[in-house]
Each structure stands twice: as structure tokens, then as C-alpha cells.
């Protein structure tokens, strides 16, 4: 791609290697050798023998380790690049949890300010629900007894729950 395209990309690109499949419009798979150049929340650079047209729509399964990303992608441009070809594929209609995963593994940074965030949103569900539970009891002062024979219980089903939380972020 000229220095000219290359300017024109809205998103910074990543060079990556992970599997992909293309699919063809009825959903199965096309037999193809095939890599992947860079990538970016927008699109894909890929290498194929496939004959492709820009203007061509593919289906793209691409498998991460969090998980497989489907998304519907259109080739925006095309050139040769010695025994195969070059193509530029842009993601169309990408669900918001795809767009999640290729955010997160192309920006890890980005998974450590996540994170935060739902630890705030924990503890704040967490304050939340014990002002309740004291409005509750402020309430209905008879409700006590039965919160204080329910507690014990309460703080075991925390305790495993944090640390299945810590489990799951190893």
C-alpha cells in the first residue's frame, strides 16, 4: 500500500498471527491458504492465493483466546504481492463484544483500565446492597435476628466468590 493509503487508515494497525477462516456468503468455509498481515478494530490485512474483488463481502471467523470473533468484511483494496495476493478487508456490522475482544488484545493497556472499572462497579453493587439491607433492617427492627443467622452464610458464599474472582483473573 503507497504512503498516500496508508495515511487514510483511521486506526492504527497491529501485526498479529493468529487463525482465521473466510467464509463464503452461504457460511462455509473457503479453502484457502491464508495469513494475516496487521489488524485493527476496523479491519484486517491478509494474505491469500484466493481471487478476490474489492467490493467483495466475506464472512471472517477469527480465533482468539478469549473467544471466536464473527464478523461480516468487505475488501477495500487489492494488489499483488509475489505468488499471492494482498487484500485490505474492512469489519462491517462487528457485535460489540467482538469489538470488544479485538480492543482488548490489540490494546492490553486497555484491559488493566477495564479491569478497575469493574472492580468499582463490584464494590459499589457491594455498598449498595448492604445500604438496603440497613434500610431494611431500620425498617423492620425484628428482621435482625434473621439477617444475623444468615450472615455467616453470607460471608462464606463472599469469600468463595473473591476468590473464584481471583481464580479468574490468573
Not at 14 to 34: D, I, K, M, N, W
Not at 41 to 49: A, D, E, P, V
Not at 151 to 170: H, K, T, W
Amino acid at each position: 500500500m503507497d504512503a498516500e493509503n496508508l495515511e487514510k487508515r483511521r486506526l492504527e494497525r497491529f501485526p498479529c498471527g493468529y487463525e482465521v477462516r473466510l467464509l463464503h456468503s452461504t457460511g462455509g468455509q473457503v479453502e484457502s491458504a491464508l495469513s494475516i498481515v496487521d489488524m485493527s478494530c476496523s479491519g484486517l490485512g491478509i494474505l491469500t492465493s484466493l481471487p478476490l474483488a474489492v467490493g467483495d463481502a466475506l464472512g471472517l471467523k477469527l480465533t482468539l483466546s478469549s473467544g471466536a470473533v464473527n464478523a461480516s468484511c468487505r475488501v477495500r483494496w487489492a494488489r499483488p504481492e509475489g505468488r499471492l495476493r494482498a487484500y485490505g478487508l474492512e469489519f462491517e456490522g462487528l457485535r460489540a463484544i467482538d469489538r470488544g475482544r479485538l480492543g482488548l488484545l490489540l490494546k492490553p493497556e486497555a484491559a488493566a483500565a477495564l479491569e478497575i472499572v469493574t472492580l468499582g462497579l463490584e464494590y459499589t453493587l457491594a455498598v449498595m446492597a448492604l445500604a438496603v439491607l440497613y434500610d431494611l433492617i431500620r425498617s423492620n427492627p425484628a428482621l435482625l435476628s434473621a439477617v444475623l443467622s444468615v450472615l455467616p452464610f453470607g460471608l462464606v458464599v463472599a469469600a468463595i466468590g473473591g476468590g473464584l474472582r481471583l481464580l479468574s483473573l490468573r
